[in-house]
C-alpha cells in the first residue's frame, strides 16, 4: 500500500518501543477525547500485530474528526491485508474526497483490483501516475492489471517503468518473467524470474518448471 508521511505526532521508533500500548491506553483513560493520541495508539497497536484493536482506536479517531487523512489511509491498508476489499474501497473513497493525492488514488485503485472492479482500478492507477511521481508500485500494480486482462506488452511497459525506479521490486519482476514467457521469450522470462525469487517473491512452481528452475 502506498502511503501520504504526514506527522502522527511521536516518532515512529518511538511508537514501537514496549509497553507503549499500555501507556497511551492509561492516558487515554484520563484524557478520552485526545484523538491525535488515540491515532498514535492505533499505530502502535498495528505495529504490534493487533489489527483489530488499531481499526477500532482509527474508527474512534474518524468518529471525532472524520477527514484524519492517516486514519483513513491506515485503516485502508488493514482492510486490504484482511482481503475486506469493500471496507476499504470505504476508507479510501473518503480519504479521495479529503485529499486528491495520487498516492490516495493508488490505493484505491488495490482495493478496486483486490474486488475485480479492473477498469475503475485501471483508471484510478492512470490518474495517479499522471502527476509524474515516482510511485513504483503504481506501476508495478498495473503492470499486474495489464497482465490480468492480456495486454502483455503494456504490461512489460508498466513493470519496466516501475523497474526503472526501482530494480528490486519483486512483483515488478515477476510480471515480467510471465510476460515474458507468454511472448514466447524464455530467456528474459528466466532471468526476471530469477530476480523475483532472488527478492522473495514466490514465482508460481508451474511456471518455474517450465522455465527448467527449481522452486
Known amino acids: ?3 501520504i508521511d504526514t506527522p502522527s505526532g511521536i516518532p515512529e521508533d518511538d511508537l514501537l518501543r514496549e509497553g507503549l500500548v499500555d501507556r497511551l491506553s492509561q492516558y487515554l483513560e484520563a ?3 485526545a484523538w491525535h493520541m488515540r491515532y498514535n495508539l492505533g499505530v502502535a497497536l498495528m505495529h504490534a500485530g493487533r489489527v483489530d484493536e488499531a481499526v477500532q482506536a482509527f474508527r474512534q479517531v474518524l468518529a471525532q474528526a472524520p477527514k484524519h487523512l492517516e486514519s483513513l489511509l ?3 491498508g488493514i482492510h486490504l491485508s484482511l482481503g475486506q476489499g469493500d471496507e476499504a474501497l470505504r476508507a479510501f473513497t473518503t480519504a479521495l474526497s479529503v485529499h486528491d493525492h495520487p498516492m490516495v488514488r493508488a490505493n484505491l485503485a488495490v482495493a478496486y483490483m483486490q474486488l475485480g472492479h479492473l477498469e475503475e482500478a485501471e483508471k484510478q492507477l492512470r490518474l495517479a501516475l499522471s502527476e509524474g511521481q515516482e510511485m513504483p508500485d503504481a506501476w508495478a500494480n498495473l503492470g499486474s492489471l495489464l497482465l490480468q486482462t492480456d495486454r502483455l506488452q503494456e504490461s512489460i511497459e508498466a513493470s519496466l517503468k516501475a523497474l526503472e525506479i526501482r530494480d528490486d521490486f519483486a512483483i515488478a519482476h ?5 510476460a515474458y514467457w507468454e511472448c514466447n521469450q524464455a530467456d528474459q522470462a528466466r532471468q526476471h524470474a530469477e530476480l523475483a525469487v532472488k527478492n522473495g517473491y514466490p514465482v508460481h512452481e508451474e511456471l518455474l518448471a517450465k522455465l527448467g528452475m527449481s522452486a
Not at 174 to 178: D, F, K, S
Request: charged share 15%; net charge neutral; aromatic share 0%.
Open 1 to 3: 500500500m502506498s502511503k
Open 174 to 178: 515477476n510480471n515480467l518473467a510471465v
Open 74 to 76: 491506515n485503516l485502508g
Open 31 to 33: 484524557q478520552p477525547d
